[in-house]
Protein backbone atom coordinates (compact mmCIF):
# COMPACT_ATOMS: atom_id res chain seq x y z
CA UNK A 1 0.00 0.00 0.00
CA UNK A 2 1.30 3.53 -1.24
CA UNK A 3 2.42 5.10 2.38
CA UNK A 4 2.74 9.28 2.71
CA UNK A 5 6.14 10.13 3.57
CA UNK A 6 6.40 12.83 6.22
CA UNK A 7 9.64 14.56 7.82
CA UNK A 8 8.34 13.70 10.97
CA UNK A 9 5.64 12.03 12.44
CA UNK A 10 3.42 14.99 13.18
CA UNK A 11 0.16 15.19 12.00
CA UNK A 12 -0.20 16.69 8.73
CA UNK A 13 -0.64 20.85 8.32
CA UNK A 14 -3.20 20.86 5.76
CA UNK A 15 -5.74 22.22 7.06
CA UNK A 16 -3.68 24.12 8.96
CA UNK A 17 -4.47 27.77 9.54
CA UNK A 18 -2.19 30.78 8.49
CA UNK A 19 -1.11 32.22 12.39
CA UNK A 20 -3.28 35.28 12.72
CA UNK A 21 -1.72 38.51 12.87
CA UNK A 22 -2.93 39.47 16.31
CA UNK A 23 -4.69 36.85 18.82
CA UNK A 24 -5.57 37.25 22.57
CA UNK A 25 -6.56 33.93 24.45
CA UNK A 26 -8.13 34.50 27.71
CA UNK A 27 -5.99 37.38 28.82
CA UNK A 28 -5.81 39.10 32.83
CA UNK A 29 -3.92 42.15 33.90
CA UNK A 30 -4.01 42.90 37.45
CA UNK A 31 -1.72 45.81 38.11
CA UNK A 32 0.45 46.29 41.21
CA UNK A 33 -2.40 48.35 43.01
CA UNK A 34 -4.31 45.36 42.40
CA UNK A 35 -6.47 46.78 39.72
CA UNK A 36 -7.84 44.36 37.33
CA UNK A 37 -7.73 46.13 34.25
CA UNK A 38 -8.37 43.31 31.65
CA UNK A 39 -10.53 40.31 32.69
CA UNK A 40 -10.63 37.31 30.77
CA UNK A 41 -10.08 38.98 27.49
CA UNK A 42 -10.31 36.84 23.86
CA UNK A 43 -10.47 38.44 20.80
CA UNK A 44 -8.50 38.11 16.91
CA UNK A 45 -7.20 40.71 14.63
CA UNK A 46 -6.46 38.83 11.03
CA UNK A 47 -3.92 40.15 8.46
CA UNK A 48 -6.42 43.43 7.07
CA UNK A 49 -8.53 43.91 9.45
CA UNK A 50 -9.52 47.54 11.29
CA UNK A 51 -10.63 46.65 14.96
CA UNK A 52 -12.01 49.54 16.97
CA UNK A 53 -11.61 49.17 21.03
CA UNK A 54 -14.18 51.02 22.78
CA UNK A 55 -15.58 51.87 26.41
CA UNK A 56 -15.45 54.65 29.06
CA UNK A 57 -12.22 55.90 30.63
CA UNK A 58 -10.88 53.40 32.78
CA UNK A 59 -12.49 50.58 30.83
CA UNK A 60 -8.76 48.77 30.19
CA UNK A 61 -8.37 49.99 26.38
CA UNK A 62 -5.05 51.60 26.96
CA UNK A 63 -3.85 48.56 29.36
CA UNK A 64 -5.60 46.00 26.26
CA UNK A 65 -3.26 47.87 23.68
CA UNK A 66 -0.24 47.81 25.33
CA UNK A 67 -0.43 44.31 26.45
CA UNK A 68 -1.17 43.26 23.08
CA UNK A 69 1.95 45.32 21.67
CA UNK A 70 4.36 43.58 24.51
CA UNK A 71 4.78 46.62 26.22
CA UNK A 72 3.42 45.60 29.26
CA UNK A 73 3.03 42.03 30.56
CA UNK A 74 -0.25 40.00 30.83
CA UNK A 75 -0.86 38.46 34.56
CA UNK A 76 -2.88 35.28 32.82
CA UNK A 77 -3.60 34.06 28.88
CA UNK A 78 -1.78 34.38 26.18
CA UNK A 79 -0.86 37.60 23.39
CA UNK A 80 0.25 36.20 19.87
CA UNK A 81 1.57 38.29 17.33
CA UNK A 82 1.95 36.26 14.18
CA UNK A 83 1.36 33.24 15.56
CA UNK A 84 4.42 33.91 18.41
CA UNK A 85 3.33 33.69 21.86
CA UNK A 86 4.99 37.04 23.38
CA UNK A 87 5.40 35.11 26.78
CA UNK A 88 8.01 32.88 25.43
CA UNK A 89 10.42 35.24 24.45
CA UNK A 90 13.12 36.56 25.92
CA UNK A 91 13.43 40.88 26.66
CA UNK A 92 15.80 40.97 23.51
CA UNK A 93 13.91 39.20 21.12
CA UNK A 94 10.54 41.09 22.11
CA UNK A 95 12.23 44.43 21.56
CA UNK A 96 13.16 42.34 17.35
CA UNK A 97 9.44 41.74 17.88
CA UNK A 98 8.11 44.97 18.17
CA UNK A 99 10.48 47.05 16.60
CA UNK A 100 9.72 44.28 13.11
CA UNK A 101 6.60 43.82 13.57
CA UNK A 102 4.28 46.45 15.59
CA UNK A 103 3.91 50.01 15.12
CA UNK A 104 2.18 52.48 17.91
CA UNK A 105 0.67 55.71 17.48
CA UNK A 106 0.55 56.98 21.30
CA UNK A 107 -1.84 59.10 22.62
CA UNK A 108 1.42 61.79 23.47
CA UNK A 109 3.20 61.70 20.40
CA UNK A 110 6.50 61.19 21.42
CA UNK A 111 8.30 63.03 18.25
CA UNK A 112 11.74 63.76 19.21
CA UNK A 113 12.21 67.47 19.23
CA UNK A 114 15.81 67.67 18.02
CA UNK A 115 15.36 65.31 14.94
CA UNK A 116 13.60 66.82 11.56
CA UNK A 117 10.18 65.70 11.16
CA UNK A 118 11.73 63.32 8.51
CA UNK A 119 14.53 61.80 10.80
CA UNK A 120 11.58 61.18 13.18
CA UNK A 121 9.65 59.25 10.37
CA UNK A 122 13.35 57.56 9.77
CA UNK A 123 13.93 56.50 13.20
CA UNK A 124 12.09 53.07 13.39
CA UNK A 125 14.20 52.02 10.06
CA UNK A 126 17.48 53.55 12.11
CA UNK A 127 16.46 51.21 14.79
CA UNK A 128 15.90 48.04 12.69
CA UNK A 129 19.07 49.12 11.40
CA UNK A 130 17.15 49.07 7.71
CA UNK A 131 18.57 51.68 4.41
CA UNK A 132 16.30 54.33 4.54
CA UNK A 133 15.37 53.61 0.65
CA UNK A 134 12.97 57.09 0.28
CA UNK A 135 10.70 55.26 2.33
CA UNK A 136 10.63 57.44 5.12
CA UNK A 137 10.05 60.50 2.74
CA UNK A 138 7.73 57.80 0.69
CA UNK A 139 5.52 57.66 4.61
CA UNK A 140 5.53 61.77 5.04
CA UNK A 141 4.18 61.95 1.47
CA UNK A 142 1.30 59.52 2.47
CA UNK A 143 0.37 61.68 5.21
CA UNK A 144 0.81 65.02 3.10
CA UNK A 145 3.89 66.04 5.33
CA UNK A 146 6.77 65.47 2.31
CA UNK A 147 6.96 70.02 2.10
CA UNK A 148 7.76 69.63 6.18
CA UNK A 149 10.36 66.97 5.68
CA UNK A 150 12.97 69.39 6.87
CA UNK A 151 10.94 71.30 9.99
CA UNK A 152 11.48 70.42 13.78
CA UNK A 153 8.25 69.08 15.26
CA UNK A 154 7.64 72.56 16.78
CA UNK A 155 6.94 73.76 13.94
CA UNK A 156 3.93 71.35 12.88
CA UNK A 157 0.64 71.99 14.22
CA UNK A 158 -0.70 69.52 16.27
CA UNK A 159 -2.63 67.65 13.42
CA UNK A 160 0.33 67.57 11.50
CA UNK A 161 2.70 66.17 14.52
CA UNK A 162 -0.55 63.74 14.42
CA UNK A 163 0.59 62.55 11.06
CA UNK A 164 4.10 62.91 11.46
CA UNK A 165 3.33 59.87 14.30
CA UNK A 166 0.98 58.38 11.82
CA UNK A 167 3.95 58.28 8.67
CA UNK A 168 6.52 56.89 11.86
CA UNK A 169 4.66 53.95 12.94
CA UNK A 170 3.86 53.05 9.12
CA UNK A 171 6.99 53.68 7.73
CA UNK A 172 8.57 49.81 8.69
CA UNK A 173 4.97 48.43 7.15
CA UNK A 174 4.95 46.56 10.36
CA UNK A 175 2.14 43.71 10.59
CA UNK A 176 0.20 45.13 13.71
CA UNK A 177 -0.91 48.67 14.26
CA UNK A 178 -2.15 50.17 17.44
CA UNK A 179 -3.24 53.43 17.95
CA UNK A 180 -4.52 54.66 21.19
CA UNK A 181 -7.05 57.78 20.92
CA UNK A 182 -4.82 59.54 18.40
CA UNK A 183 -7.98 61.79 16.70
CA UNK A 184 -8.59 62.83 20.19
CA UNK A 185 -6.79 66.36 19.64
CA UNK A 186 -7.55 66.77 16.36
CA UNK A 187 -9.96 68.81 14.37
CA UNK A 188 -12.20 66.74 11.91
CA UNK A 189 -10.16 67.34 8.76
CA UNK A 190 -7.06 65.70 10.36
CA UNK A 191 -8.72 63.49 11.88
CA UNK A 192 -10.80 61.96 8.66
CA UNK A 193 -7.06 61.94 7.16
CA UNK A 194 -5.56 60.14 10.00
CA UNK A 195 -8.40 57.62 9.93
CA UNK A 196 -8.30 56.92 6.41
CA UNK A 197 -4.47 56.30 6.76
CA UNK A 198 -5.21 53.48 9.23
CA UNK A 199 -7.71 52.25 6.94
CA UNK A 200 -5.47 52.41 3.79
CA UNK A 201 -2.88 50.35 6.04
CA UNK A 202 -5.56 47.72 6.10
CA UNK A 203 -6.91 48.01 2.83
CA UNK A 204 -3.90 48.30 0.97
CA UNK A 205 -1.47 46.64 2.85
CA UNK A 206 -2.76 43.95 4.90
CA UNK A 207 -1.94 45.34 8.11
CA UNK A 208 -3.80 44.32 10.96
CA UNK A 209 -5.13 47.88 13.13
CA UNK A 210 -6.26 48.12 16.26
CA UNK A 211 -7.79 51.59 17.28
CA UNK A 212 -8.85 53.10 20.42
CA UNK A 213 -11.16 55.92 20.30
CA UNK A 214 -14.18 57.57 22.34
CA UNK A 215 -15.18 58.90 18.81
CA UNK A 216 -17.99 56.16 17.10
CA UNK A 217 -17.95 58.29 14.27
CA UNK A 218 -14.06 57.28 14.15
CA UNK A 219 -14.79 53.54 14.91
CA UNK A 220 -17.41 53.63 11.39
CA UNK A 221 -13.63 53.41 9.71
CA UNK A 222 -13.36 49.97 11.27
CA UNK A 223 -14.69 46.56 10.70
CA UNK A 224 -15.78 45.58 13.74
CA UNK A 225 -15.86 47.37 17.32
CA UNK A 226 -15.05 45.52 20.30
CA UNK A 227 -16.98 47.03 23.64
CA UNK A 228 -14.67 46.98 27.17
CA UNK A 229 -16.72 47.66 30.68
CA UNK A 230 -14.70 47.03 33.95
CA UNK A 231 -12.12 44.92 31.77
CA UNK A 232 -13.89 42.29 30.12
CA UNK A 233 -15.34 42.59 26.56
CA UNK A 234 -18.70 43.58 27.02
CA UNK A 235 -19.98 44.02 23.69
CA UNK A 236 -19.04 43.53 20.17
CA UNK A 237 -20.23 45.11 16.78
CA UNK A 238 -19.12 44.05 12.99
CA UNK A 239 -19.81 46.81 10.34
CA UNK A 240 -20.68 49.51 12.68
CA UNK A 241 -22.60 52.44 12.26
CA UNK A 242 -22.44 55.59 14.22
CA UNK A 243 -25.66 55.56 15.98
CA UNK A 244 -25.55 51.79 16.97
CA UNK A 245 -22.38 52.51 18.55
CA UNK A 246 -23.87 55.56 20.62
CA UNK A 247 -26.52 53.33 21.87
CA UNK A 248 -24.75 50.54 22.77
CA UNK A 249 -22.05 53.13 24.48
CA UNK A 250 -25.12 54.29 26.63
CA UNK A 251 -26.16 50.38 27.61
CA UNK A 252 -22.32 50.22 28.71
CA UNK A 253 -22.61 53.78 30.56
CA UNK A 254 -26.02 53.05 32.21
CA UNK A 255 -24.17 50.00 33.77
CA UNK A 256 -21.52 51.64 36.03
P1 LIG B 1 -8.66 53.31 29.56
O1 LIG B 1 -7.56 53.40 28.59
O2 LIG B 1 -9.90 52.62 29.05
O3 LIG B 1 -9.03 54.64 30.16
P2 LIG B 1 -6.74 51.97 31.29
O4 LIG B 1 -6.33 50.75 30.60
O5 LIG B 1 -5.81 53.14 31.25
O6 LIG B 1 -8.20 52.40 30.80
O7 LIG B 1 -7.01 51.62 32.82
C1 LIG B 1 -7.80 50.52 33.23
C2 LIG B 1 -7.77 50.44 34.75
O8 LIG B 1 -6.45 50.08 35.16
C3 LIG B 1 -8.10 51.74 35.45
O9 LIG B 1 -8.76 51.42 36.65
C4 LIG B 1 -6.74 52.34 35.74
O10 LIG B 1 -6.79 53.17 36.86
C5 LIG B 1 -5.90 51.10 35.99
N1 LIG B 1 -4.49 51.25 35.58
C6 LIG B 1 -4.03 51.52 34.35
N2 LIG B 1 -2.69 51.55 34.31
C7 LIG B 1 -2.28 51.30 35.57
C8 LIG B 1 -1.00 51.16 36.21
N3 LIG B 1 0.14 51.31 35.51
N4 LIG B 1 -0.96 50.86 37.51
C9 LIG B 1 -2.10 50.69 38.23
N5 LIG B 1 -3.33 50.79 37.69
C10 LIG B 1 -3.44 51.09 36.39
MG1 LIG C 1 -6.55 55.12 27.76
Do not use: W
Not at 127 to 134: I, K, M, N, R, S
Not at 203 to 214: K, N, Y
Not at 217 to 240: C, N, Q, T
Request: proline share 6%; aromatic share 2%; net charge neutral.
Amino acid sequence: MFKLRRRNDTAPTLAAEPPTALSLDAVTRVHSTGTTALHDVTLRVPPGRFLAVMGRSGSGKSTLLQCAAGLDSVTSGTVRIGGTDLAALGERALTRLRRDRVGFVFQSLNLVPSLSVLENAALPLLLAGLPDDGRALSALEAVGLADRADDPPARLSGGQCQRAAVARALVTRPAVVFADEPTAALDPDNAQTVLGLLRAAADRSGQAVVLVTHDPLAAEYADEVVFLDGGRIAGHSGMPRAGEIRQILSTLGATR
